[in-house]
């Protein structure tokens, strides 16, 4: 199976040769990649060298100019070093584009901790107007990449090397029913499904699936506890720990309920690993995830 990220050259390739409003913007990463579409689109795929705030802001100056550009690089690279230019060149100016990330949390963990980006969708959170999207398969990330490029409004995608085994159907913003329960709700978002239904395998628990979290969709997970499904709610994000535990709690505001809050912790590891450590490390494990998701829904 490819990666998300080898789906996002493959179909953003074929979109620059489908739309011309289309424009690609990069710093040097993912740049191999695309030397077939730069030549075939010289004037629509522009590479800026290692500059990141320039990257972000030749995106907003080409939306300005009526472009729809597509922003490419690390989540560390496009959404932490830059985001001055992300709030101010896109958000205060008034424009829409599309940010597509590589790198994740902790995608290359040999590339060290300036290459790790678990804070990216809450940082964006502070930013008012984006869509977030988290696919958990590079299926799903081409049909949210499709999506995006056909619109005008803001949106960041965030690839990662983890994926789900299986695709599952991209039909709409809101959170997909995975498994239903009463004894309480899991939202598993992105890459972390898997880990999840593993997890929870004979527990009586709803599990909510989520590729798209910003906006929070509140009406379903409303609708799952007005199901019969206890007011209990964890959240397990692939990135900063209780990045979205505020919107579940506004989305139950009118209903007695606890939150828990799964996912990287603040908490720098200093000895790099592998991927899977990582995640073993930050409890986000099957056998982690298991343990912490019965403790809470138990108590």
Same mark, same amino acid.
Request: hydrophobic fraction near 45%; glycine fraction near 10%; avoid cysteine.
């Given at each position: 199976m490819d990666t998300m990220r080898d789906r996002f050259i493959s179909t953003t390739s074929a979109l620059l040769d489908?739309?011309?409003?289309? +424009?690609? @913007?990069? !710093?040097?990463? /993912?740049?191999?990649g695309f030397d077939a579409a730069e030549r075939r689109h010289p004037d629509r795929v522009i590479n800026v060298g290692i500059r990141e705030q320039l990257l972000v #802001? =030749?995106? #907003? #100056?080409? +939306?300005?100019? #009526?472009?729809?550009?597509? @922003? *490419?690089? %690390? !989540?560390? %690279?496009? =959404? $932490?070093?830059?985001? $001055?230019? =992300?709030?101010?060149d896109f958000g205060h100016q008034g424009v829409g584009g599309v940010l597509v990330s590589a790198g994740a949390s902790y995608d290359w963990p040999a590339g060290g901790f300036t290459h790790m980006s678990p804070g990216d969708v809450a940082l964006m959170d502070t930013l008012d107007g984006w869509t977030v999207q988290v696919p958990g398969h590079p299926d799903e990330a081409e049909t949210l990449l499709r999506d995006a490029a056909a619109g005008d409004g803001r949106v960041y995608v965030r690839l990662s090397l983890q994926s789900n085994e299986q695709a599952r159907p991209v039909t709409g913003p809101g959170f997909q029913t995975v498994r239903e329960g009463r004894g309480g709700v899991v939202i598993a978002v992105g890459p972390m499904l898997d880990n999840v239904l593993a997890a929870t395998e004979g527990l009586d628990t709803t599990v909510l699936y989520?590729?798209? =979290?910003?906006?929070?969709?509140?009406?379903?997970?409303?609708r799952a506890v007005a199901g019969g499904a206890a007011a209990d709610v964890v959240l397990v994000e692939p990135y900063l720990a209780g990045t979205s535990t505020a919107a579940a709690n506004d989305a139950l505001y009118a209903t007695p309920h606890r939150v828990l809050g799964l996912g990287v912790a603040r908490r720098e590891l200093r000895r790099y690993g592998e991927l899977d450590e990582h995640l073993a +490390? *930050?409890?986000?494990?099957?056998? /982690?995830?298991?343990?912490?998701i019965s403790a809470f829904l138990t108590r």
């Open positions: 489908e739309n011309p409003r289309l +424009a690609l @913007v990069l !710093a040097e990463i /993912s740049r191999d #802001g =030749v995106g #907003g #100056g080409l +939306a300005l100019a #009526g472009m729809r550009p597509i @922003v *490419h690089t %690390f !989540a560390s %690279f496009l =959404v $932490e070093r830059p985001f $001055e230019q =992300v709030k101010l989520a590729t798209t =979290v910003r906006p929070f969709d509140g009406e379903a997970l409303r +490390a *930050h409890g986000l494990d099957p056998k /982690s995830l298991r343990d912490r």
